[in-house]
């Protein structure tokens, strides 16, 4: 990718080209620093230095009184400066208007975090990598800065060979979570059962960037009736869902910030997951999701025979895979993320949506620099835009409190 500082002219001061993608913590980062000397004379630059920076920035405000108080925290990862060029010490190659200038930095923080974003009400944090250049002007000039952010994650070596199994078919043993609720129509009357079993496979941890298979059995029994006063035009409450659109599966994590001063708690949805969703914006995110709806069955009350009494059963099977694209689990000083998978059910009446909130352990499934590449399309971190759009991160800023 490539940044520039622009004259206005169509001619690049300064850019910096650096390969796109993600970058695994002790691996190097390289790129080359362009000056172009057209523009150079019309917007002087005694010095150009380029620097790798790495930090964990924390905020959080309250109000105290009238006053809306704000309280920030950084605490720095990685720092490395590289002085390039300055005036005088190098000239484009003949017939070219250009000097191109390489650099190489060793991406060596002090813990290796993932880069994160997170922005809740009153409070936010965000793990940053960027490589900025900076062209140094003398007098009262601005100098010119050009910043670009790194996508970075940890190695992990379980996690890579887990992720490499899982993506040539080699799936451990499954398990099942089972909830359940019993629910009515209304205030009154006998009650209805409703029940889900989500199976995936038996992980500890799951890997990002790998295919997660996965079944929801959606199982309800209605409340005692007799067979025939059952309506055959309408459906048996509490009916399943037919359609992906008829459930809801989504990750969301749980964030604590703090500075020295504050702690915050925050919580977001990261993504919808599987194809199952009451809406999505990608027009094909239900194409992967089978849906089988199993015949319902009567079930005869014991005794009560005679008199056609009973219950019905219905179940409706979803089968499809999940992956994950986020930041992986950690654990720092002023920052703490930690992920949950929510199912949600809706059935119709007040309070009977059945739900539940599963922890689960994220964790990075990139190789450690020199054990090879990642087989199959180059994989993409979920980082907003703003993360890469941050032109007034300050890796000096000082911490208030």
Known sequence: ???????????????VVIKPGIYVTGEAVEGEVWINFIGLRR??????????????FTKITKQIGDAAVTKRRRVELVRDTISLWCRGSGYPPAGSDILKLPFRFTLSP???????????????GRVMYNVEVVGVRSGWRLNKRLSNALAVLPPDKAGAELSRNMRLGEIPPWRSIKFQK?????????????????????????????????????????????????PTDQPIFPAPPLTPQGVEFKLTR??????????ANGTDTVAPLGGLSPQAKDPHFYDEVQVENIMKTWIPVFGEEKKSKGSWRQQVDFRSTFKLTCPPTFTTETMHVKYFLN????????????????PIDVISSMLPPGSGEWDGPPPELDLPPVYFSSADVDHDEKDSE
Do not use: Q
């Open 1 to 15: 990718m490539v940044a520039a500082e622009d004259t206005g002219e169509n001619n690049e001061v300064i850019a």
């Open 43 to 56: 917007t002087p630059v005694e010095e150009v230095h380029v620097k790798l920076r790495g930090s964990v």
């Open 110 to 124: 002090t813990e290796a975090l993932p880069s994160c974003h997170y922005t809740g009400f009153h409070k936010s």
């Open 182 to 230: 019993s629910i009515r129509r209304g205030i009154w009357g006998e009650f209805s059962n409703v029940e889900a079993t989500l199976s995936i496979p038996d992980l500890p941890t799951i890997p990002i960037f790998t295919a997660i298979p996965f079944v929801l059995s959606v199982v309800t029994v209605s409340k005692t009736t007799r067979k025939d006063d059952t």
């Open 254 to 263: 749980a964030v604590m910030v703090h500075t020295r001063a504050w702690v």
């Open 343 to 358: 199912l949600k059910i809706a059935f119709p009446g007040i309070g009977n949506d059945l739900k539940t909130e599963i």
